[in-house]
């Protein structure tokens, strides 16, 4: 529950503390911390540079490592709900199967002989999706919820990362208590912005390619109707792209400076995402990101048919990919925290 | 029906002349017997004994978009009684209107193709006359139609026309037709695509039925079916002769059935008056005749070189089996045709590769194609319903933009419609009573060139319009895109009351005529109507970590994947095509559960057998008429030939009966024997291991069992129809070898006292007494029987694997948590 934003209780550092109660983890005021994240590479009298950015979004992903944690392990329970049922559904027919070894990744002499190699074989898999249909269309409708749940939870990790800008380590209390606080407001701007996707997606999936697409399709070249779909996609993909960092920029502002209309906090991330310098800073910051859990696929496959080291391995490389997305979440998040112009805090 | 005179009666006499001289050289060799009986192999028949000959003048014009034609039809009376009357195909007409026999049962739709009512497809004949010594005589005005299938009196798709002198035994006829044909927007292989662009012209002239024998008493009579769903073809061999006329946008882009014959001055194409182009061509011994021309078309020409093909290994094995020298299965040249879409340039190579491999291995299999020339034709897009067909010598293929090579597409269709010049062209079966005679036989065939030439087929996700070879575990397309599944109620909600006519708002279309938009959407809901972003859907679940790669599927695996979770309803043989219980029902058992009983053949004969047995069939019967006892006497000839015994019990089994095939290992228990006091007091007490083998399915066969042992020793043995056990060669012989029975005692031991019940039980549970305990066991452990309903419960460990499973959800976690955090992050 949010503490009642009474004037006479609230400093521009935040609620004063109840004195009868235990003290709370100290939570980083806004201003000082976005001010002295700045002051490291900001020239004087103008926005930061983008290397100083950088290194501040990176230095608070380096610090935040307990609330990473705390959010993977909230990851690692939501996909549970789904993927534990499933490991019950598949244990029997594929563990007993008499060629397990093979499919496992590592046939035997028995398994060569009969001419099975190395993976999954596709009948295999087509008779399991078969036999546990209802099992896998169960779990794909538990899915969505689950993504539903990490949506609604990704409010709140992004006010936890936000409220504990330029506190150096953070505390899991301190985390905790700032995603708690603008839970609210940020879970309003996530809504804005699944509003302003599905407008988008309207527009050029809909009205755009319902315009054009029988012309495409009657064109003389196949690969008209063909690129014409992918422009649109990047179309999709960029705006997609363009409306989180609006959203992200929203958030900074909103817990920067206390507010909590997420309408004009969205128009102001509007204003702030046109910004060559927070552009280059997403795109920084995301794209290595991605490219490093891409390059963890490859890396997988090292570890098939190894047995259990395989298999830890395995879990172990997956867990590092959604570190590094939250991670690099973090990192963009402290970095545009840094970019935010000093403003007047509401009182 | 109205009477036409001919607009040029100079040149109709003209072309009843090249039609009489044409009939007259076609004909004349038409008594040549075929081999009574094909003792050895390789002496496959070159020529038909041509029943008709059909020179036609044919005119394009794609304005009106409709081919004017005339011709000269010379037909023979082979049979012993007098013909007094003629049945013609005339499929267009299936085109005209939805209540036809074709569009009442698929729907008016083909392929997902919906029929487009606005340009409606038909034939009309507008004179149709017997030539008699004293004149020729109109009989056009006796057109009655027929309904022989369904009796549709809406359906016009065959005609009859009395005679007016009835045809002797032993006479030939000649008839001069006119007829205009009207092409529909391409629907079923046939019309014309884009903006008059492409014509795909097929089904498109009268074409005479079958007459041949009807009934147990010697009668006679006309086969000649209704143009259904399903099914396309059954008519006689002839020779055609077709001048085809095109707009000059058309030039040097036209392929044809046969051979492209010079005019006499020598040249290919002859340019007339009026700016259009004339070509000529001629096919022999073929029972059909489609061209095709497109504006777009790129024309390739390549030669197939012959002799050993492209596999001189293959060629070798071939002759061996058949126990001929290789010469004796050297192929002929073949001048192949490739008409490619421009845009699909790139496949060039892999279009020509999947012909020459078809024309080779087929060829070494089943005989050589005996045709000079080949035309495989790319469709335009915007017709591709044209595609994936079969004609005389022209087959139809269809590929897409940037087609992953690991899919095998184009090539599996290019080698599926090539296959059918085989089970259609040469093999001349009746689709419509025996579908499974022409498309089960080439799907069989097209399997085994595929997994001859070809790696297998990778299954994959698409991602902006890239492969990428694996699948998720869990099937999500995304919170959007899933809501509808997840919230059917408020979708149901959003979809219908608040439906608004987005595109008849007046704002939204000045809106769009503004930004040039000529078309905006008449429609709109509130609910999302569109689906997933496939590039978000990489960066969401990030495939590379996430999803399970399969190994590649053979082509028999990909087969069975069509029917091997619905349920059996029909059998293979014995309903016609229209009289399965539906068309997924008609497709499955015609094609791939055709093709796996074929694999079950091979299964239980061999591979080297089952090719003398399908050899022997295609020889004896290229150019003829079989009906299936026909293709079982065949098989049977050659198993008897081989000491096999009669097989009709696999035809009834596999063809005759709706049955499933399905057995499996139900438990394998484990415990040790108690020791008694006589027992020898050092050394590990015996294991009793017991092993349960089930038939779920309906299918009694000979089955492999594989047992092993925790010291890696193995036991086969074969559980018989009869129910009987039988001790087996190890893996050495493939599982094939003979099997040679236990001794009483063993088996009254091994089968734990049930005894023998006559014929193969529901179950039957296997004691092995040994020093280690059965690990594993296996039934048909080569998987020689790929018809098998469920592979899943094939065979059994008992000491589990947990990587196998935890491998997979370990996928699934990545998926799930890298999903839920990149949602996190919006």
């Known amino acids: 529950m949010e503490r009642p934003n009474d004037p006479g209780l609230t400093t521009p550092l935040g609620p004063l503390p109840d004195p009868g109660a235990p003290r709370?983890?100290?939570v980083p005021s806004r201003r000082p911390s976005a001010r002295a994240t700045r002051a490291a590479g900001a020239p004087p009298g103008g926005p930061p540079r983008l290397g100083a950015a950088l290194r501040a979004g990176l230095r608070h992903a380096g610090g935040s490592w307990r609330p990473l944690l705390l959010v993977l392990s909230v990851q690692l329970g939501l996909a549970l709900t789904v993927v534990a049922p499933l490991a019950g559904a598949l244990a029997e027919p594929l563990d007993h199967h008499a060629h397990a070894s093979a499919?496992?990744?590592?046939?035997?002499?028995?398994?060569?002989?009969?001419?099975?190699?190395?993976?999954?074989?596709?009948?295999?898999?087509?008779?399991?999706?078969?036999?546990?249909?209802?099992?896998?269309?169960?779990?794909?409708?538990?899915?969505?919820?689950?993504?539903?749940?990490?949506?609604?939870?990704?409010?709140?990790?992004?006010?936890?990362?936000?409220?504990?800008?330029?506190?150096?380590?953070?505390?899991?209390?301190?985390?905790?208590?700032?995603?708690?606080?603008?839970?609210?407001?940020?879970?309003?701007?996530?809504?804005?912005?699944?509003?302003?996707y599905y407008l988008l997606g309207r527009l050029v999936l809909e009205a755009w390619a319902g315009s054009v697409a029988s012309d495409e399709h009657m064109a003389a070249s196949q690969g008209t109707a063909f690129w014409g779909e992918r422009v649109r996609e990047g179309v999709m993909v960029l705006g997609f792209l363009w409306l989180r960092l609006v959203a992200d920029s929203a958030r900074a502002h909103l817990v920067l400076t206390g507010r909590r209309g997420a309408l004009r906090a969205l128009a102001a991330g509007v204003a702030r995402a046109l910004s060559p310098r927070r552009w280059a800073l997403a795109a920084l910051v995301g794209g290595v990101a991605f490219g490093a859990i891409v390059g963890l696929g490859p890396l997988s496959r090292l570890f098939a048919g190894t047995g259990t080291v395989g298999l830890l391995g395995t879990f172990a490389l997956i867990q590092g990919a959604v570190l590094l997305r939250w991670a690099s979440r973090a990192a963009l998040l402290g970095g545009l925290a840094a970019l935010e112009p000093p403003s007047a805090p509401r009182p | 029906m109205t009477v036409r005179r001919p607009r040029h009666p100079a040149r109709a006499w003209l072309l009843v002349w090249a039609g009489l001289a044409l009939g007259a050289q076609a004909l004349g060799g038409g008594s040549a017997e075929r081999p009574a009986q094909a003792e050895p192999f390789g002496r496959v028949p070159r020529a038909s004994a041509d029943t008709l000959a059909f020179a036609i003048e044919a005119?394009?014009?794609?304005?009106?978009?409709?081919?004017?034609?005339?011709?000269?039809?010379?037909?023979?009376?082979?049979?012993?009684?007098?013909?007094?009357?003629?049945?013609?195909?005339?499929?267009?007409?299936?085109?005209?209107?939805?209540?036809?026999?074709?569009?009442?049962?698929?729907?008016?739709?083909?392929?997902?193709?919906?029929?487009?009512?606005?340009?409606?497809?038909?034939?009309?004949?507008?004179?149709?006359?017997?030539?008699?010594?004293?004149?020729?005589?109109?009989?056009?005005?006796?057109?009655?139609?027929?309904?022989?299938?369904?009796?549709?009196?809406?359906?016009?798709?065959?005609?009859?026309?009395?005679?007016?002198?009835?045809?002797?035994?032993?006479?030939?006829?000649?008839?001069?037709?006119?007829?205009?044909a009207r092409l529909p927007r391409v629907f079923a292989r046939t019309g014309f695509g884009g903006p008059a662009a492409f014509f795909m012209v097929a089904q498109w002239f009268p074409k005479p039925g079958v007459w041949e024998p009807a009934g147990p008493e010697g009668s006679w009579a006309w086969t000649c079916h209704q143009f259904h769903g399903s099914s396309e073809f059954y008519a006689d061999y002839g020779t055609y002769e077709v001048e085809i006329t095109v707009p000059q946008a058309f030039r040097g882009r036209v392929g044809a059935t046969g051979v492209r014959v010079p005019f006499p001055d020598g040249r290919e194409e002859r340019e007339n008056p009026d700016g259009t182009v004339t070509v000529r061509h001629r096919a022999e011994h073929v029972h059909d005749f489609a061209w095709v021309c497109g504006e777009d078309f790129v024309v390739h020409t390549r030669s197939f070189e012959g002799g050993a093909g492209t596999d001189p290994a293959e060629q070798e094995r071939v002759a061996r089996v058949l126990g001929l020298s290789p010469a004796d299965l050297d192929l002929p040249p073949v001048e192949v045709h490739i008409l490619l879409q421009p845009e699909h340039a790139d496949q060039l190579e892999r279009h020509w590769r999947a012909a020459a491999h078809a024309l080779t291995y087929m060829g070494f299999w089943f005989g050589p194609y005996p045709y000079p020339t080949l035309t495989v034709v790319d469709p335009d897009h915007r017709g591709r319903d044209a595609g994936g067909m079969e004609?005389?010598?022209?087959?139809?293929?269809?590929?897409?933009?940037?087609?992953?090579?690991?899919?095998?597409?184009?090539?599996?269709?290019?080698?599926?419609?090539?296959?059918?010049?085989?089970?259609?062209?040469?093999?001349?079966?009746?689709?419509?009573?025996?579908?499974?005679?022409?498309?089960?036989?080439?799907?069989?065939?097209t399997a085994k060139v595929l997994d001859k030439a070809y790696a297998g087929w990778t299954a994959s996700r698409t991602y902006a319009g890239l492969p990428h070879y694996a699948v998720p575990v869990l099937d999500f397309g995304g919170i959007a895109a899933s809501g509808r599944a997840a919230l059917p109620w408020l979708a149901a909600c959003l979809d219908g009351p608040l439906d608004l006519p987005f595109g008849e708002l007046g704002v939204v279309r000045d809106l769009a005529g503004g930004l040039g938009v000529r078309h905006p959407p008449a429609r709109c809901s509130l609910w999302l109507g569109f689906g997933e972003v496939t590039p978000l859907a990489f960066l969401r679940e990030v495939p590379p970590l996430t999803h399970l790669p399969l190994r590649p599927s053979t082509a028999a695996e990909h087969e069975r994947g069509t029917y091997a979770g619905a349920p059996v309803r029909d059998p293979i043989a014995g309903p016609k095509a229209w009289e399965y219980m539906d068309r997924r029902s008609y497709g499955v058992n015609s094609y791939a559960r055709t093709s796996a009983s074929l694999r079950v053949l091979e299964g239980l004969v061999g591979e080297e057998t089952a090719l003398r047995m399908l050899r022997r069939y295609a020889e004896r019967h290229r150019f003829g008429h079989p009906r299936p006892e026909d293709f079982l006497a065949a098989i049977n000839e050659q198993a008897a030939r081989e000491g096999l015994g009669d097989l009709g019990w696999w035809f009834e089994a596999f063809f005759e009966r709706a049955w499933p095939y399905d057995f499996g290992v139900r438990s394998i228990e484990t415990r040790p024997v108690p020791r008694v006091a006589s027992d020898p007091?050092?050394?590990?007490?015996?294991?009793?291991?017991?092993?349960?083998?089930?038939?779920?399915?309906?299918?009694?066969?000979?089955?492999?069992?594989?047992?092993r042992f925790a010291d890696g020793s193995a036991r086969w043995l074969r559980w018989e129809r009869d129910d009987t056990l039988a001790s087996l060669a190890p893996a050495a012989a493939g599982g094939r070898a003979q099997a040679e029975p236990l001794p009483e005692a063993e088996a009254r031991f091994l089968r734990m006292n049930v005894p023998v019940r006559?014929?193969?039980?529901?179950?039957?549970?296997?004691?092995?007494?040994?020093p280690h305990p059965v690990t594993v066991a296996e039934v048909d452990p080569f998987g020689h029987f790929p018809i098998d309903r469920d592979r899943l419960n094939d065979g059994r460990r008992r000491e589990p694997v947990r990587a196998a499973s935890l491998g997979v959800v370990l996928r699934a976690l990545g998926q799930v948590e890298l999903s839920t955090s990149f949602y996190g992050g919006l």
Do not use: K
């Not at chain 1, 002989?113 to 993976?119: C, I, M, P, Q």
């Not at chain 1, 879970?187 to 509003?195: H, Q, S, T």
């Not at chain 2, 139809?396 to 089970?423: A, C, D, K, M, N």
């Open chain 1, 24 to 26: 709370p983890a100290p």
């Open chain 1, 103 to 196: 499919l496992a990744g590592a046939p035997d002499d028995a398994d060569r002989e009969l001419g099975w190699e190395a993976g999954m074989h596709p009948g295999v898999w087509r008779d399991l999706g078969r036999q546990q249909e209802g099992v896998f269309s169960a779990l794909s409708l538990a899915f969505f919820w689950v993504c539903v749940a990490g949506w609604v939870f990704g409010a709140f990790a992004a006010g936890g990362f936000l409220g504990t800008v330029g506190s150096g380590r953070v505390r899991l209390g301190a985390f905790v208590e700032a995603g708690a606080r603008r839970f609210g407001p940020l879970l309003r701007v996530g809504i804005a912005f699944a509003l302003a």
């Open chain 2, 59 to 180: 005119r394009l014009h794609a304005r009106t978009l409709q081919v004017e034609a005339r011709g000269t039809l010379r037909w023979r009376n082979d049979s012993p009684v007098p013909v007094p009357d003629v049945w013609l195909h005339l499929y267009l007409n299936a085109f005209r209107h939805r209540r036809t026999t074709f569009m009442t049962e698929s729907g008016a739709a083909h392929r997902g193709n919906a029929f487009d009512e606005r340009y409606p497809g038909g034939i009309d004949l507008t004179s149709f006359r017997q030539v008699l010594p004293e004149g020729a005589v109109e009989l056009v005005g006796d057109l009655a139609f027929e309904r022989p299938d369904d009796g549709n009196p809406d359906d016009e798709t065959v005609a009859r026309l009395p005679l007016r002198e009835p045809i002797a035994p032993g006479q030939t006829a000649t008839f001069e037709l006119a007829w205009t």
């Open chain 2, 391 to 445: 004609y005389p010598t022209l087959i139809t293929g269809g590929t897409g933009f940037l087609r992953p090579r690991r899919q095998t597409s184009p090539e599996g269709v290019i080698v599926h419609e090539f296959g059918h010049q085989h089970f259609y062209g040469l093999v001349g079966t009746n689709e419509f009573r025996h579908a499974w005679m022409d498309e089960g036989l080439t799907t069989y065939a």
């Open chain 2, 681 to 707: 007091a050092d050394g590990p007490a015996p294991i009793e291991s017991i092993v349960t083998v089930e038939r779920p399915g309906e299918v009694r066969m000979p089955l492999t069992v594989l047992v």
């Open chain 2, 758 to 770: 006559g014929e193969q039980a529901r179950w039957i549970r296997l004691r092995f007494v040994a």
